[in-house]
């Protein structure tokens, strides 16, 4: 059972930690049940109010964005702004359910901004373009906070793979549908994916980790019963860049490489959707 920490404290120590922290707009992943409770054992429901209570007053007058990503578009071709649920924890679910009118309209890589007037809103084709929530992100030299998460909720890293274009992954369209109360809208997706082989695109995240620690680049906070983890944009989107120029497979544990190196031998390079077929052949076999 998570323990529980008074809203006045986990205020104090958020405070605390973002004092240090220069940026303006936010990305953050949360596992609250991580931090502990607010005040005394609520319903779900209520404990979510309570974060978000003090996640507002703590990012008041920053552009906060949660997550509230669903996958079910690559399958059904349909996102409904309203109704889609976040997959992506119960805090950011909450978000969805009382404050859809302030998610943004990307199908699968979506988030509800707080504090946003002027940030962009409406779909983009590639979620991991320039012009994304990513990239909006990084023209600000926002920070990404890990609140309870791990870091290997991070999705920077695939905009920083998309700016380098990456062959171990490949890009894939999914057309599809945008519902906005009554609005409707035939939408095209298009994003890297993974290889359907076992073991490709797997990501060495220990080996990361201690990477961004012996840098300085993941700053760590206490943070009520569990840890605050930080990246700013700018400095995170640098040092991999960097990391990717000298080593494509940089990402990627041993084993992937290895399976990378010999998909570009079987296919060449960059990987393509149409390999897939080949693979899901080989899959029903």
């Not at 991580?34 to 404990?47: Q, V």
């Not at 920070?143 to 905009?159: P, W």
């Not at 490949?170 to 290889?195: H, M």
Request: glycine share 6%; net charge neutral.
């Amino acid at each position: 059972m998570s323990v529980i920490i008074a809203k006045n404290v986990l205020l104090m120590e958020l405070d605390t930690a973002l004092a240090s922290l220069n940026g303006g707009a936010v990305i953050l992943h949360s596992d609250i049940l991580r931090i502990g409770f607010i005040d005394k054992l609520k319903s779900r429901e209520e404990i979510c109010a309570d974060y978000l209570q003090v996640l507002t007053e703590v990012f008041a007058g920053r552009p906060l964005l949660i997550p509230s990503f669903n996958y079910d578009y690559c399958r059904s071709g349909k996102y409904d702004r309203r109704n889609s649920p976040s997959q992506v924890g119960a805090l950011t679910d909450y978000c969805r359910a009382r404050y859809w009118h302030l998610r943004t309209l990307t199908p699968v890589f979506n988030f509800v901004v707080f504090n946003g007037d002027d940030f962009p809103m409406g779909p983009t084709a590639n979620p991991f373009a320039e012009e994304s929530s990513f990239g909006q992100l990084l023209r600000r030299n926002g920070l990404i906070l890990f609140l309870g998460a791990r870091l290997e909720a991070n999705t920077f890293l695939h905009y920083v793979e998309e700016c380098h274009q990456v062959g171990y992954r490949y890009l894939k369209k999914f057309p599809g549908e945008i519902i906005d109360g009554d609005s409707r809208q035939q939408f095209l997706l298009e994003f890297r994916v993974r290889p359907l082989i076992e073991n490709s695109a797997e990501y060495d995240w220990p080996r990361l980790t201690a990477d961004l620690s012996r840098e300085g680049l993941l700053l760590e906070f206490k943070v009520g019963n569990g840890t605050l983890l930080a990246h700013r944009s700018g400095d995170l989107y640098q040092f991999w860049s960097l990391r990717l120029q000298q080593d494509e497979f940089y990402f990627l544990t041993e084993n992937s490489r290895r399976v990378a190196a010999r998909l570009y031998r079987e296919h060449g390079r960059p990987l393509t959707v149409e390999c897939e077929e080949q693979w899901c052949s080989r899959l029903n076999k």
